[in-house]
């Protein structure tokens, strides 16, 4: 009689113990703890220091987080159409700053606007949401500016994408578009420039910042 | 039977009076409009769908005002003018215009010159339509029936099968209990059981089935210990209750959006990001509601509504008068995927370096209702991946010079992650 109790329960212990510890609700435990869990702070974390609670925070106020700079036109209708008018695309038109806007594009504004800029792109098909212009609509005329301006604040109903991109995959987007709306317009491909080598074009983007925004010479 | 029927030529009759009523309200409609200068509406609903949709909803506002009844209110030469440059009516000083154009946080609209008088009167034809009811109601009762339907027929299966085994039971009882009878009627002798050994006492008597047996049962018990402690500290299946019911599978499955679209720091930084509500706000500002297709049987239009309802609240995003409150209340997510502190990962070398698929480590998001965990983030899943996977070369100078000198050493022409050095320790421990 012993060894067969013996028996089931032994069965029945592991058997709960496989099953047992399974909830997909609660997160497994853990052995040593002290390895697992970070003393730094973590991504998204929760901690006391801070004064929200929350380890994510937004940069103070007055500062510039590094590789983020300020821009210089004003999220107004004023300020659209001045960088509409002169702001200019810095990067040089390279076969790799139009392919990196490609793909750059194809994740971010394809899904709306299309993959050939036509503004049927997939949310549009399945009218979730509609009324995305092509890019070579007449009225609005884009331009290097324009686009870069409205990708940085976003305009009407389409959101800012600053949040998603930074400045030089911004003006690579840009690139992109333009060639969109040239090959929608069936005018012939622009010729590429010579290629600048990385440093050369962060060194672009940097100067072209300074010269424009006199927040970041005054710092 | 009959009271069926009645109820049948009843509803039957109401339809046809509602239709009769619908015809004849339309008809009115559009004589009151003048009849002739209101154009096609299917046209018109294709070009508002393109060039008007983005800053006007029909019924509703949005970035500008809710169009259904403009006609009423406007004159159509006005109209004209206004759709193909407002500016230029603003600019001359135009009441209305400066009116309309001040309501609206002096937001410009876009002109269309390139609409003509017939386009702008199949657009108005459109918005002019009156509303049409949701059919949620009787989509609602169908898909109930339907799901009632399902639940009855199983259970009548089920309470059949039950009652068939029964049924079974009790005849073989009652064949046995007659069987027994005509023997005992004929004369026939049942052999009497002898009082034997108890199997217990017999089992412990013979060692070797008692030797055999432990070290079976010590090996079964080694396995399930040994499967227990390796799953310790794993979270493979952790699926947690989420603030904000976040479907994968509409929007990365259904609707296609790529996955860095929000997770975007994936392509650049250590972590992949929860993407802040800014984000989701890039599209729900213009999708308030889910369309009634998007509904399945386990959660409703209403349910994934009030999810939306639910972001509006986070962002202090009011619908009715498309602005921010500024009252804003975070999201807590729970966080499904965390390494422990002791190993180092990186997104960015994985996804933009490498270029590995989301899925490869995530498994199948776009079809997941609720996330999970998929992969079970020990290190034994990382190191047979590293020994499995080639290191992505093309675009990627960085790696030429050591990928030539190593692929010569070991003689391969392609080098794994691990040959490139992806199993030295320090890599993601230190």
Same mark, same amino acid.
């Given at each position: 009689?012993?060894?067969?109790?013996?028996?089931?329960?032994?069965?029945?212990?592991?058997?709960?113990?496989?099953?047992?510890?399974?909830?997909?609700?609660?997160?497994?435990?853990?052995?040593?703890?002290?390895?697992?869990?970070?003393?730094?702070? $973590?991504?998204?974390?929760?901690?006391?220091?801070?004064?929200?609670?929350?380890?994510?925070?937004?940069?103070?106020?007055?500062?510039?987080?590094?590789?983020?700079?300020?821009?210089?036109?004003?999220?107004?209708?004023?300020?659209?159409?001045?960088?509409? $008018?002169?702001?200019?695309?810095?990067?040089?038109?390279?076969?790799?700053?139009?392919?990196?806007?490609?793909?750059?594009?194809?994740?971010?504004?394809?899904?709306?606007?299309?993959?050939?800029?036509?503004?049927?792109?997939?949310?549009?098909?399945?009218?979730?949401?509609?009324?995305?212009?092509?890019?070579?609509?007449?009225?609005?005329?884009?331009?290097?500016?324009?686009?870069?301006?409205?990708?940085?604040?976003?305009?009407?109903?389409?959101?800012?994408?600053?949040?998603?991109?930074?400045?030089?995959?911004?003006?690579?987007?840009?690139?992109?578009?333009?060639?969109?709306?040239?090959?929608?317009?069936?005018?012939?491909?622009?010729?590429?420039?010579?290629?600048?080598?990385?440093?050369?074009?962060?060194?672009?983007?940097? $100067?072209?910042?300074?010269?424009?925004?006199?927040?970041?010479?005054?710092? | 039977?009959?009271?069926?029927?009645?109820?049948?030529? !009843?509803?039957?009759?109401?339809?046809?009076?509602?239709?009769?009523?619908?015809?004849?309200?339309?008809?009115?409609?559009?004589?009151?409009?003048?009849?002739?200068?209101?154009?096609?509406?299917?046209?018109?609903?294709?070009?508002?769908?393109?060039?008007?949709?983005?800053?006007?909803?029909?019924?509703?506002?949005?970035?500008?005002?809710?169009?259904?009844?403009?006609?009423?209110?406007?004159?159509?030469?006005?109209?004209?003018?206004?759709?193909?440059?407002?500016?230029?009516?603003?600019?001359?000083?135009?009441?209305?215009?400066?009116?309309?154009?001040?309501?609206?946080?002096?937001?410009?609209?876009?002109?269309?010159?390139?609409?003509?008088?017939?386009?702008?009167?199949?657009?108005?034809?459109?918005?002019?339509?009156?509303?049409?009811?949701?059919?949620?109601?009787?989509?609602?009762?169908?898909?109930?029936?339907?799901?009632?339907?399902?639940?009855?027929?199983?259970?009548?299966?089920?309470?059949?099968?039950?009652?068939?085994?029964?049924?079974?039971?009790? !005849?073989?009882?009652?064949?046995?209990?007659?069987?027994?009878?005509?023997?005992?009627?004929?004369?026939?002798?049942?052999?009497?059981?002898?009082?034997?050994?108890?199997?217990?006492?017999?089992?412990?008597?013979?060692?070797?089935?008692?030797?055999?047996?432990?070290?079976?049962?010590?090996?079964?018990?080694?396995?399930?210990?040994? %499967?227990?402690?390796?799953?310790?500290?794993?979270?493979?299946?952790?699926?947690?209750?989420?603030?904000?019911?976040?479907?994968?599978?509409?929007?990365?499955?259904?609707? %296609?959006?790529?996955?860095?679209?929000?997770?975007?720091?994936?392509?650049?930084?250590?972590?992949?990001? !929860?993407?802040?509500?800014?984000?989701?706000?890039?599209?729900?500002?213009?999708?308030?509601?889910?369309?009634?297709?998007?509904?399945?049987?386990?959660?409703?239009?209403?349910?994934?509504?009030?999810?939306?309802?639910?972001?509006?609240?986070?962002?202090?995003?009011?619908?009715?008068?498309?602005?921010?409150?500024?009252?804003?209340?975070?999201?807590?997510?729970?966080?499904?995927?965390?390494?422990?502190?002791?190993?180092?990962?990186?997104?960015?070398?994985?996804?933009?370096?490498?270029?590995?698929?989301?899925?490869?480590?995530?498994?199948?998001?776009?079809?997941?209702? !609720?996330?999970?965990?998929?992969?079970?983030?020990?290190?034994?899943?990382?190191?047979?991946?590293?020994?499995?996977?080639?290191?992505?070369?093309?675009?990627?100078?960085?790696?030429?010079?050591?990928?030539?000198?190593?692929?010569?050493?070991?003689?391969?022409?392609?080098?794994?992650?691990?040959?490139?050095?992806?199993?030295?320790?320090?890599?993601?421990?230190?």
């Amino acid at each position: 009689m012993g060894m067969k109790t013996i028996k089931i329960a032994v069965a029945l212990i592991a058997a709960t113990l496989s099953v047992g510890c399974f909830n997909k609700d609660s997160r497994n435990y853990e052995f040593f703890p002290d390895m697992y869990e970070s003393v730094g702070y $973590e991504t998204y974390g929760e901690y006391e220091a801070f004064g929200n609670g929350q380890q994510a925070q937004i940069p103070v106020e007055g500062t510039i987080a590094r590789g983020w700079k300020p821009y210089a036109y004003p999220n107004t209708t004023e300020g659209f159409a001045q960088a509409k $008018e002169e702001l200019k695309n810095p990067l040089p038109y390279t076969e790799d700053n139009l392919n990196k806007g490609k793909e750059l594009y194809t994740i971010y504004c394809a899904i709306c606007h299309g993959d050939k800029g036509d503004g049927k792109g997939n949310l549009v098909k399945r009218e979730k949401i509609l009324g995305i212009p092509s890019y070579d609509d007449m009225g609005r005329a884009i331009t290097e500016g324009g686009v870069y301006h409205v990708s940085y604040y976003g305009l009407n109903t389409m959101g800012s994408y600053a949040a998603q991109t930074n400045e030089e995959e911004r003006w690579q987007i840009t690139h992109y578009v333009m060639d969109l709306k040239a090959q929608l317009e069936g005018k012939p491909k622009r010729a590429f420039e010579t290629k600048a080598s990385l440093k050369e074009q962060k060194e672009i983007i940097s $100067e072209v910042t300074v010269q424009e925004n006199p927040v970041t010479t005054t710092h | 039977m009959e009271k069926v029927n009645i109820r049948h030529s !009843i509803s039957k009759r109401l339809l046809l009076l509602l239709a009769v009523f619908l015809s004849f309200s339309q008809l009115n409609y559009s004589q009151d409009d003048g009849g002739s200068s209101l154009g096609d509406p299917a046209k018109g609903k294709e070009l508002f769908n393109s060039q008007c949709a983005a800053c006007h909803k029909p019924y509703a506002r949005s970035t500008g005002p809710a169009l259904h009844g403009i006609t009423e209110k406007r004159d159509i030469d006005w109209l004209y003018r206004w759709i193909r440059n407002s500016a230029e009516m603003i600019a001359a000083g135009d009441a209305d215009a400066i009116a309309i154009f001040e309501e609206y946080n002096e937001t410009p609209m876009t002109a269309f010159p390139q609409l003509s008088d017939q386009d702008i009167n199949d657009i108005l034809a459109y918005v002019e339509q009156p509303k049409p009811e949701p059919p949620v109601a009787a989509a609602g009762e169908a898909a109930a029936g339907a799901g009632a339907g399902a639940g009855v027929s199983t259970n009548i299966i089920m309470a059949a099968l039950t009652f068939v085994l029964l049924l079974l039971v009790i !005849i073989l009882v009652l064949v046995n209990k007659t069987l027994t009878r005509f023997a005992e009627a004929s004369g026939v002798e049942l052999p009497e059981e002898e009082a034997r050994k108890p199997l217990w006492k017999a089992f412990a008597e013979n060692q070797f089935l008692v030797l055999s047996s432990s070290v079976i049962l010590l090996l079964v018990g080694a396995y399930f210990a040994y %499967g227990y402690l390796m799953q310790v500290g794993v979270d493979q299946g952790y699926q947690p209750v989420q603030p904000i019911h976040f479907s994968h599978k509409i929007h990365a499955g259904d609707n %296609g959006i790529d996955c860095k679209y929000c997770h975007s720091s994936a392509r650049v930084s250590k972590t992949s990001g !929860i993407p802040s509500l800014n984000v989701c706000m890039n599209c729900h500002k213009s999708v308030s509601e889910v369309a009634p297709e998007t509904a399945t049987e386990e959660y409703s239009k209403e349910f994934y509504d009030g999810q939306i309802a639910k972001l509006y609240e986070a962002t202090g995003w009011d619908p009715t008068t498309q602005s921010y409150s500024g009252e804003e209340k975070p999201v807590k997510w729970v966080r499904v995927h965390n390494l422990p502190d002791f190993a180092y990962f990186n997104h960015s070398q994985h996804v933009t370096v490498a270029g590995v698929d989301c899925q490869k480590c995530h498994g199948p998001v776009e079809e997941m209702e !609720i996330l999970e965990q998929y992969a079970p983030l020990t290190m034994g899943w990382c190191i047979e991946c590293h020994r499995e996977t080639n290191v992505k070369m093309e675009g990627n100078e960085y790696y030429e010079k050591i990928h030539e000198e190593l692929s010569k050493k070991y003689g391969v022409e392609k080098l794994t992650a691990a040959q490139m050095g992806a199993l030295e320790c320090g890599k993601c421990h230190y």
